[in-house]
């Protein structure tokens, strides 16, 4: 039995991890690398591995750094199934069809530039029917049901574990046996929190012999996830006395959901007023959609709050726009209201507009709710936050940002450093033979690696890309 560390390692994007067993090959998760344009148009177009040969794949969440390059995984020949959770499934048929809208119009603008150079024209990574051809191949398995996927007989068991992550997620378990040994082998996937918005905690994958685990914060700290309330309620009770205009860059899927819901239940608490809330983004009205028909993923309050006849997704003072021309409109609206639009790190979409008409008004406010990458315009709003007088671009014009910049971190959907130690006080440490960490950038993996050995992991290692193990 081999494993082949084909991506996200030491690096947070990209996640595809080969397993070998019995001659079969399957495939855990299928990412995209999202870095600087060239290195990850030639990353995304070479697979280390021979995607005909692949058995099968199985997917831990919906998330496009885990599924996003499945397409060109489709193009390039795979035509095996992707076992995934229901939820996973039917957000992964509108995120990988939004994905490849944006790889054609991408290239579309890059080949503009090349078709003035005199230069040929490049291929988009994939196109929408890609897209759509592996998502006729996906096979959807409820959480804590063990499946054996095609191809790999009775020799591979597979059980999907509640993350905590995103709706869908999941952590994976795979029990093998090769000859008359029998192995676990568990992947943490990307590993959510306790007491977040309308998601249910993080489950215990159980005891495992091999351990692939998620590192984003390894050496970091939020705030907790019960700050969102407390946080949330500031902000929106100064937007009111001072008739703000609230401006939120967020990713449609997950977040943007979370806010409404926290406001919802505020304004229903009769703790804040109900302002209005525009929820500008049509892939985000989609995902919506979707979280309304997967009432197994939500938490008891939740659930409650439904019972309760609440519409945790929106009250009337909730309205979501697909329209352009009604996303225009907003300009002309007066304050206090909130506009959530994306993308979550205003590198593109319509947020862009809307920090465009707004930034400048000392009275507004952008409320930061995720993290901001570096060499972002997202990253550059929360660097002017203390230092008067910052200019960003918005569509090549300058812009000094005036608006208030307000950061809530309580949000973040990963695990930090001491909420995986206390998920993985639940381990027997003397079962976990090798423990591997991936997903993170090396400074905070480093620092994981030793806290995990102090707390009694033997064993650690921190792959690089193409790194292979025998187990
Ligand atoms: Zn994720």
Do not use: W
Not at 3 to 16: D, R
Not at 88 to 114: G, H, P, W
Not at 451 to 463: A, D, Q, R, S
């Amino acid at each position: 039995m081999k494993i082949k560390f084909c991506g996200a390692a030491q690096t947070v994007t990209g996640s595809q991890h080969l397993l070998e067993v019995n001659g079969k090959k399957i495939l855990i998760d299928c990412g995209m690398f999202q870095g600087k344009r060239e290195e990850s148009f030639q990353m995304n177009r070479r697979f280390l591995f021979e995607p005909k040969e692949i058995d099968c794949v199985i997917l831990s969440h919906s998330h496009i750094d885990h599924s996003g390059n499945l397409p060109t995984l489709s193009l390039k020949g795979y035509e095996g199934s992707v076992y995934c959770t229901p939820a996973t499934r039917d957000l992964c048929s509108i995120m990988l069809q939004d994905s490849a809208y944006i790889q054609e119009k991408d290239v579309e603008f890059v080949n503009k530039k090349r078709a003035k150079k005199g230069e040929p024209p490049f291929n988009p990574l994939y196109r929408i029917e890609d897209a759509r051809k592996i998502i006729a191949q996906f096979k959807s398995i409820p959480y804590r049901i063990p499946f054996s996927p095609d191809k790999t007989g009775s020799n591979v068991t597979v059980t999907f574990f509640d993350a905590g992550h995103v709706l869908g997620s999941s952590q994976v378990v795979l029990e093998i046996r090769e000859g008359n040994k029998n192995f676990k082998i568990g992947f943490s996937g990307d590993l959510g929190r306790k007491n977040l918005p309308i998601l249910k905690d993080p489950e215990f994958m159980g005891d495992v012999d091999y351990l692939i685990f998620e590192s984003t914060y390894g050496a970091r700290l939020h705030e907790r996830a019960d700050k969102i309330e407390e946080k949330l309620t500031e902000v929106i009770l100064e937007a009111d006395r001072n008739n703000s205009k609230i401006i939120v860059p967020s990713f449609s899927i997950g977040r943007t959901q979370e806010i409404v819901y926290e406001i919802t239940k505020l304004v229903s608490r009769g703790v804040i007023p109900q302002i209005p809330i525009y929820v500008d983004s049509p892939l985000t009205v989609n995902a919506t959609e979707i979280f309304k028909l997967h009432s197994e993923c939500f938490d008891t309050e939740t659930s409650n709050l439904i019972s309760a006849g609440v519409d945790v997704f929106g009250m009337e003072n909730v309205k979501y726009i697909k329209d352009v021309q009604d996303s225009m409109k907003l300009n002309d609206m007066r304050g206090p209201c909130m506009i959530i639009s994306a993308s979550g790190m205003c590198e593109a979409g319509r947020i862009l507009h809307h920090l465009r008409n707004n930034i400048e008004n000392p009275n507004n406010i952008i409320l930061v709710v995720g993290f901001m990458a570096e060499h972002t315009l997202g990253r550059r709003i929360v660097e002017a936050k203390d230092i008067p007088g910052t200019k960003v671009k918005i569509f090549g014009e300058e812009h000094i940002v005036r608006a208030k910049v307000r950061i809530i971190n309580a949000f973040s959907g990963h695990a930090d450093r001491d909420e995986m130690l206390e998920y993985l006080s639940q381990m027997d440490k003397k079962r976990v033979k090798k423990m591997f960490l991936v997903h993170g950038e090396p400074e905070q993996q480093v620092q994981f690696k030793k806290t995990l050995e102090e707390n009694g992991f033997k064993n650690v290692y921190i792959p690089k890309r193409g790194d292979v193990f025998e187990l």
